[in-house]
């Protein structure tokens, strides 16, 4: 077994929370000390994600009464860190006193980073928004992993359609200033093009421009309504921060996109607010316990499996707390319903994502063999894709798809690779160190050291030359999650079904460092048997029946009416490119069924 344990609290650790089976009988019997009646909702949702953001947004613009249970923070404009005391207290585990929004899991073959606070994992992602290719909709249970899509393109199309309009989602405006003069974005086109492969500019949703204006950085943004910070937010100012969370509000993540317009509409938003349990209710709906984290006792220690606990009641549940979340909780739960679908916890996989390095690349145009400017801190984290086929394309290709995108990263990032390399570089000037010496020692004055202190940085080589790759597509979905001790278990290997895959990837991405004039180099993990994901899914798929699938095509759970499932864990594999926009619109096509009041399965 692949085992081991989440770093992380609420849905981890045991010292700090236990399935609902082991609370105890207190939280399933009478209690004479807790009210009778408890709040109500037409729909609970839990998480904030892409999934149960979208949720709560249909549900409330339908007049459905919502309450939406976010376990981590708000972060309005201004309020992500960047200073290393900062970063080190944003990451999430209560219990150590950390309220933060990075949330790291570890397991044998592979790690997830997730995030935790409103809005999800659309606070760290990096924009990219890219429909499902048409033909990677698998409809074959006898595929590697079992793959079988019960939607198809054709049924997403006009939920993308919707999301994508909500996101206001824009292109990389690379034909104009200061913009074109982008280094990554040029350098991974012109080396795609001498391969033959196919770049593109994707939709991010980023806002460069107002409706109607030329793109500039930092300019205010027009809302229609003010967001549900009250805060002023500015056009990308290009400074590659996307992922550690953006003080200028530029990315159009949930809190100012559906999570604004959801409280504006009624929903009552909670913050904070981690569910532990939840069960069916006499008479029909469900009853869901959480746990409030006080901000006070931030940066505190917090015997969190003592909070008090909190009920409230719901028509409709729609679980979104993200692949290992949802999974984990209907896992730790599935005893309070007579049992759950087999299928729970199968088709686990990681997107295929790689991460892997193009190193002092050089500009070799006209014939030049110079350090290349890439400077990945300039512009968003990610502005462009290159895309690879697909066997299921049809064309002749062999093998599973999959995308590279060019990466950035703060700037801050630059500097820690220049201490790195300053040794180096200290040793390649060292002529000019011993001149400055004997200047100082015969004490012949020479005022202007610039350029002598100047050349003490060298030829920045390693920072202004790196280019992160960013990989994921079509890998094999023969993941398995489950619970031990307690505790949440991934049983993955990307050598166990998806070798061929990641040998494919990594292929292409040496192909790209080549053209780049760089040095390919793997990410460190690779060389232990472990990949990170960012885009987990798989746990709660959709399926045609009970027998392989958690839910149907509209998210319902099988067997239990007004029971659903909506985030990235539906997904019964890989989606290939970034599955944000998709786990969006499988959401807003989900509401759909709870509004139209659909029979269920």
Not at 182 to 195: G, M, Q, S, V, Y
Not at 365 to 384: H, K, L, M, N, W
Not at 546 to 566: C, N, S, Y
Request: with cysteine; charged share 25%; glycine share 12%.
């Amino acid at each position: 077994m692949a085992r081991r344990y989440p770093v992380a609290d609420g849905w981890a650790r045991r010292a700090s929370w236990q399935p609902w089976e082991q609370i105890g009988a207190a939280s399933r019997a009478p209690d004479k000390k807790r009210p009778v009646e408890r709040e109500h909702f037409n729909s609970v949702v839990v998480g904030s994600g892409f999934g149960g953001s979208v949720s709560a947004y249909r549900l409330a613009e339908a007049g459905r009464s919502v309450c939406l249970l976010e376990r981590g923070k708000p972060f309005p404009p201004g309020s992500f860190p960047r200073s290393p005391h900062g970063l080190s207290k944003n990451f999430w585990d209560p219990s150590e006193g950390l309220h933060g929004m990075f949330n790291v899991w570890s397991f044998r073959g592979i790690d997830a980073l997730v995030s935790s606070g409103l809005g999800g994992g659309s606070l760290i992602y990096a924009n990219v928004m890219i429909r499902k290719d048409e033909r990677w909709f698998v409809q074959d249970g006898g595929a590697p992993g079992g793959e079988h899509w019960p939607v198809t393109r054709a049924d997403l199309d006009a939920h993308y359609d919707r999301v994508e309009r909500m996101l206001d989602v824009q292109k990389y405006p690379l034909h104009r200033e200061p913009y074109s003069e982008t280094r990554k974005t040029l350098a991974l086109k012109e080396a795609a093009e001498r391969r033959g492969y196919h770049w593109f500019l994707p939709n991010l949703a980023v806002t460069f421009a107002n409706d109607g204006e030329e793109p500039a950085p930092g300019e205010p943004i027009k809302e229609e309504h003010p967001n549900l910070h009250g805060r002023t937010r500015y056009t990308c100012r290009l400074v590659g921060e996307c992922d550690v969370g953006c003080n200028y509000g530029s990315k159009n993540t949930l809190d100012y996109t559906y999570l604004s317009h959801a409280q504006r509409l009624g929903a009552d938003v909670r913050t904070r607010c981690e569910v532990r349990a939840f069960r069916p209710r006499e008479g029909g709906g469900f009853e869901i316990d959480y746990v409030h984290h006080d901000e006070r006792a931030e940066g505190h220690k917090t015997e969190t499996r003592r909070l008090p606990v909190q009920t409230v009641t719901a028509d409709h549940l729609i679980v979104s707390a993200g692949t290992l979340g949802s999974t984990y909780l209907l896992l730790a739960n599935r005893r309070a319903f007579g049992g759950l679908p087999d299928a729970l916890g199968t088709r686990f996989c990681g997107n295929g994502d790689l991460l892997t390095f193009a190193v002092n690349c050089r500009d070799r145009r006209e014939g030049r063999d110079d350090p290349d400017a890439i400077e990945p801190g300039f512009g968003p984290v990610i502005t462009s894709a290159v895309r690879f086929g697909d066997e299921l394309d049809g064309d002749g290709t062999r093998g599973r798809g999959f995308y590279v995108e060019d990466a950035g990263y703060p700037d801050f990032v630059n500097w820690i690779l220049q201490m790195a390399d300053e040794p180096r570089a200290f040793w390649a000037y060292r002529k000019v160190a011993g001149r400055l010496v004997r200047k100082w020692l015969q004490r012949k004055p020479d005022p202007d050291l610039s350029a002598e202190v100047a050349a003490f940085f060298g030829d920045t080589a390693l920072a202004m030359g790196l280019l992160p790759l960013l990989g994921m597509g079509r890998d094999v979905p023969d993941g398995k999650m489950g619970l031990v001790d307690g505790l949440l278990d991934v049983d993955w290997s990307k050598t166990r079904g998806s070798s061929a895959y990641f040998d494919r990837v990594r292929s292409a991405m040496r192909s790209l460092a080549d053209e780049l004039g760089g040095e390919f180099r793997d990410n460190p993990l690779w060389w232990f048997s472990k990949v990170i994901t960012v885009h987990a899914l798989g746990g709660c798929p959709m399926g045609r029946g009970p027998q392989d699938g958690v839910v149907d095509e509209w998210g319902r759970v099988f067997g239990v009416p007004g029971l659903h499932v909506a985030d990235g864990s539906v997904m019964p594999g890989p989606v290939g490119p970034n599955p944000s926009l998709t786990i969006a619109a499988v959401a807003d096509r989900f509401s759909d069924a709870i509004i139209e009041g659909r029979p269920g399965p």
